[in-house]
């Protein structure tokens, strides 16, 4: 039996090894962490993230071959493979501090490794790293004195939150990229074998070490790239009467274009878009190419200008005040079905409202306890509700901030006859029927559309 272990019990450790565990019998699977409260509800009934069958996954095989602990020393001993799958926010100090790839982690996890381990061994970077991220690590395990020889595998992750496993099942593809000398070649195959038992060998897609590290960042460049463009014709499109809806449903049937990726929203969020876009906007700049950062950068300026003008359109609204009203905030997740809130568009959105001193009550069906830490310093006045209905009670606005599926069921008849009139809609993700809404009484702003008014 094979050991696989992997360093970082995050929303990509924890999930992906659960799959890996599930699909490949043959290899024990243990998933550590320096975080003893995470590694507690891994081992609990109530896991740590919320993903959509997870919990089938982890029930079928933790305590049989998928084992989620925090002694890293025995784990990194029993090991024959170690995915690395650390966080890699960016640096909040230093040089490059707002842009590079905070990198602490990372190192550390290496130099737990050469401190423990008593045999060769190969290391996969699961965590999504600047390019060239390998040749750093390699010198930090190779500086171990004991003669011992590792192996440095790219493997990035490309799963989504709220679909991870269904990702994780049946990826479009997955990336391998190793050195090309005949020991990398060795330890590519073995990483490709594990996919292997569930993957199709044409999806396994091998590459040399820097291609893998840098397709990650590019693959989330071009796909946050996609929503800022989408976004930027939503503004064009409240101006001139088209509908964003339309026009992308009409550009997406071109199959060079293609339809998905191409959703209107207060743009995107989630820990890795922002993130990845300022890395890569970095390395364009640490390897002189100012012209190539710029382009890139403008993808992270379009998605904060989407939400600044958001907020400006609830002003403009609603007589050019908020404060002292009561704001519903329907949504706080980055997307539906997670109840992660990492750079989510709400959190933006919410501080713009208290700065107008307005009143908002939140409620998300998975993300309020995340809501909390992530305002809890702001200043004013601000309630959670489990609610809908509680939440909507006496509010001036709604504004859609995640297009969670259960707020398409509520009766929207009951919420509007319970709240202040004139009553407002702003949503945020185009999920609600904007005829239906606006026939029940409300003046209804979508994005990229045409608002609808009783004024
Ligand atoms: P996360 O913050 O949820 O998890 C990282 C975990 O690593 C934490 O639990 C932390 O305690 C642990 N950790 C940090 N240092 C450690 C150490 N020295 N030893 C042991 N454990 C340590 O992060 P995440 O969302 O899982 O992301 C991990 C990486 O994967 C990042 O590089 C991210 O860019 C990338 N990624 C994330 C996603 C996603 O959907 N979240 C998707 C693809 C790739
Ligand atoms: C994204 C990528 O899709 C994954 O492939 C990648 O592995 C991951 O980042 C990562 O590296 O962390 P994720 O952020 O979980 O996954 O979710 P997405 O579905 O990509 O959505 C990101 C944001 O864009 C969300 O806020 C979503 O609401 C927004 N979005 C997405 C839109 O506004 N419009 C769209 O058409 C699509």
């Not at 503004?235 to 293609?258: F, H, P, Q, S, Y």
């Not at 109840?339 to 107008?356: F, K, M, N, Y």
Request: negative net charge; hydrophobic residues 40%; glycine residues 6%.
């Amino acid at each position: 039996m094979k050991k696989i272990l992997c360093i970082g019990a995050g929303y990509v450790g924890g999930p992906t090894m659960a799959v890996i565990a599930d699909r490949c019998p043959q290899y024990t699977v243990t998933v550590v962490d320096i975080n003893e409260k995470r590694i507690a509800a891994w081992n609990s009934d109530d896991l740590p993230i919320y993903e959509p069958g997870l919990d089938e996954v982890v029930k079928r095989c933790r305590g049989k071959n998928l084992f989620y602990s925090t002694d890293i020393a025995k784990g990194i001993k029993e090991a024959d493979i170690i995915f690395v799958s650390v966080n890699t926010p960016t640096k909040t100090f230093g040089t490059g501090a707002g842009r590079a790839a905070d990198l602490q982690y990372l190192e550390k996890t290496a130099r737990s490794i050469i401190e423990h381990a008593d045999s060769d061994k190969i290391v996969v970077e699961k965590s999504t790293l600047p390019v060239r991220t390998a040749q750093a690590m390699s010198r930090i395990l190779h500086s171990n004195t004991r003669g011992l020889k590792f192996q440095i595998i790219s493997n990035p992750e490309f799963l989504a939150e709220g679909t991870a496993i269904n990702d994780l099942m049946n990826p479009d593809r997955v990336l391998i990229g190793g050195l090309e000398t005949e020991d990398g070649q060795k330890a590519i195959e073995e990483v490709a074998a594990i996919y292997a038992n569930w993957v199709p060998r044409e999806r396994i897609i091998t590459t040399n070490l820097w291609s893998s590290e840098l397709t990650k960042l590019v693959s989330n460049a071009l796909l946050a790239q996609r929503v800022s463009s989408v976004n930027s014709i939503s503004a064009l499109c409240e101006k001139t009467e088209a509908n964003i809806n339309e026009v992308t449903a009409a550009a997406g049937k071109d199959t060079r274009i293609g339809a998905k990726f191409l959703k209107a929203s207060i743009g995107f969020g989630g820990s890795c878009f922002k993130k990845d876009i300022l890395n890569l906007v970095y390395l364009c700049g640490y390897y002189g190419l100012p012209e190539v950062a710029e382009y890139w950068e403008q993808v992270i300026k379009m998605n904060e200008f989407q939400s600044r003008r958001f907020v400006a359109n609830m002003l403009a609204a609603m007589f050019n005040t908020v404060a002292d009203k009561k704001i519903a905030i329907l949504g706080f997740a980055f997307k539906a079905d997670t109840g992660d809130t990492r750079e989510s568009p709400a959190i933006s959105v919410c501080r713009q409202l208290l700065e107008e001193r307005a009143r908002l009550c939140i409620h998300d069906p998975k993300a309020l306890e995340n809501a909390r830490l992530d305002l809890e310093d702001a200043e004013g006045d601000i309630t959670y509700c489990e609610d809908p209905y509680e939440a909507v009670k006496g509010a001036h606005a709604i504004a859609v901030m995640t297009e969670w599926n259960s707020f398409k069921e509520l009766d929207f008849k009951r919420i509007y006859d319970s709240m202040e009139k004139p009553a407002f809609l702003f949503d945020g993700r185009n999920l609600l029927d904007a005829d239906a809404m606006y026939e029940i009484g409300f003046n209804v702003y979508p994005i990229g559309k045409k608002a609808k008014t009783h004024f």
